[in-house]
Structure formats: structure tokens, C-alpha cells
């Protein structure tokens, strides 16, 4: 047994030394929030309750709520496709294309995404945080790192109700007038690069989905890790992606480094 644990923790020093060597040159470390910062399945069963219960009271307007839901998540990622061909503003586009295809006015769309998605969910953020998260960011403001968040969605209010607002210098959404391209497009990234007046190579992004935070990170020539994925970690190879479970991982390479 105590061969077994020796081997075991040998294995997990030799990972996080070699997650550490390719953090050298970092001076900023991007994030993405949902699913990232916070944990998303208690969040959703937790919404899911509240929904359920919500149309105990009132059946008809929770149907109508939850079709526009799914619809606006739909159309999202047929925009999320389109990249930067999106003929619209994606602040305008993201509620107008679910609403002409129910046929109902966009501010209609954009008051349940508001109540269902923005506001309703942040109640509950805190209790979501990802284990670790905190110490971290701790240990990033501590070296004199630059700080950032990007998401497909508004970022602040998030930081704030998570409890770590403090530490961000840069909150961008992908949606913004600015970048107006959903992840994978490497636009958000580099616009985070412009505004902090860092080389992309000396960013590290954190997220959590590789076809989306992954791929969007290394179209734009960024490193990146992705957090909260079991069993699947790896340092990072050739794509300049690497796996840790938690960021327990992430605080141990980092001092390692």
C-alpha cells in the first residue's frame, strides 16, 4: 500500500513539474467563467429545481420561458459557427435571431435570459466555486500577475457574486461591440492581449472546454489549460494545451515553477 501511495504522489510531483515548465514567461492569466470559476452541474440542477418550481405557480408562462431558453441557447451556437460573418452585432443579434424565429419581440427574449441566465443563477455561485479557486488567485496576485476574464457572457456581475472581483483587472465579453465573435474566434483573446499590451505567448488561458476555450486559445497563439476534467490530465504537448483536475494542480505547478 505504501509502495502503491509512493508511486502515486512520485507520478503527480513528475505531472505537475512538467505543467510548470510550460508556464515560463507567463505575465497575465486569462479566464473563462462558466464552468471554470464555478462548477455548473449543482448550478443546474439547482436552476432546474427553481424552474420546476417556479411552474408549479405558474405552468404556461414557465413553458414559454423554457422554449425561449432552449431557442436562445440554440441560436447562440448556430452564431457561435458563424464566427465573425454574424451580419448583426452579436449584443443585438444573440436576441433577435430567437425572436424571429418564435415570433415575438427581442426584448421579450432578452427579459427571460436576464431573470433565467443573468440574475436567478447568482445566488448560487459562491457555493458552486470551483475548490482552490481562491488560493490561486491569491498566488497569481501575490507574483504581480495580470489578471482577466473572458466569456461568451457578462462577466462582472459573476466575479462579484463568486467572491474574487477584486482580483480582476479585465472582464470582456465575447458579445461586446469590441470582439463581436463567440469562442473558438480567436478575437476576444487577442483583444485581451491589446488591452493588457502583452504578446499572446505570455498569456495563460484557463478554461474549461476544449473545442471552445482550447481551440480559441490556440487560434490566437495562447497556452491554455483546461480545469475540471477527471482523469484526462496531461501537460501540455505539441497544441500548447494542457488538463489538471482541479486547481489545487494549477497552484502546486505554479509554485513548482
Known amino acids: 500500500m505504501s509502495l502503491t501511495l509512493g508511486t502515486s504522489e512520485r507520478a503527480s510531483h513528475a505531472f ?44 404556461r408562462k414557465i413553458a414559454r420561458d423554457a422554449r425561449i431558453l432552449a431557442t436562445f441557447r440554440r441560436m447562440r451556437e448556430e452564431l457561435r459557427q458563424e464566427g465573425d460573418a454574424a451580419s448583426r452585432p452579436l449584443d443585438v443579434l444573440q436576441f433577435a435571431r430567437p425572436a424571429e424565429r418564435l415570433g415575438i419581440d427581442a426584448a421579450d427574449v432578452r427579459q427571460v435570459v436576464d431573470e433565467w441566465i443573468m440574475e436567478r ?91 471552445t476555450d482550447g481551440a480559441g486559445a490556440a487560434a490566437a497563439g495562447i497556452r491554455c489549460v483546461i480545469v475540471g476534467r477527471g482523469g484526462n490530465r496531461g501537460a501540455a504537448g505539441g497544441g500548447g494545451r494542457a488538463t489538471v483536475s482541479a486547481f489545487t494542480e494549477l497552484t502546486r505547478a505554479f509554485v513548482a515553477g
Not at 17 to 29: C, I, K, N, P
Not at 30 to 51: C, H, I, N, S, W
Request: aromatic share 8%; glycine share 12%.
Open 121 to 211: 443563477p447568482l445566488r448560487h455561485l459562491r457555493s458552486a466555486r470551483r475548490p482552490g479557486l481562491g488560493r490561486f488567485l491569491s498566488l497569481l496576485a501575490d507574483r504581480g500577475l495580470r489578471v482577466g476574464a473572458l466569456s461568451d457572457y457578462p462577466v462582472h456581475t459573476k466575479l462579484r457574486a463568486l467572491g474574487v472581483a477584486d482580483y480582476f483587472s479585465l472582464g470582456l465579453c465575447t458579445a461586446d461591440r469590441p470582439i463581436n465573435a463567440f469562442k473558438p474566434h480567436p478575437g476576444g483573446f487577442r483583444h485581451a492581449c491589446e488591452l493588457w499590451g502583452v504578446a499572446p505567448q505570455e498569456v495563460l488561458y484557463v478554461g474549461d472546454r476544449p473545442e
Open 16 to 59: 505537475e513539474h512538467d505543467l510548470a515548465g510550460g508556464f515560463a514567461g507567463v505575465r497575465a492569466v486569462l479566464f473563462d467563467v462558466d464552468g471554470t470559476l464555478y462548477a455548473q452541474t449543482p448550478l443546474r440542477l439547482k436552476m432546474a429545481a427553481e424552474l420546476a418550481f417556479a411552474g408549479v405557480r405558474a405552468p
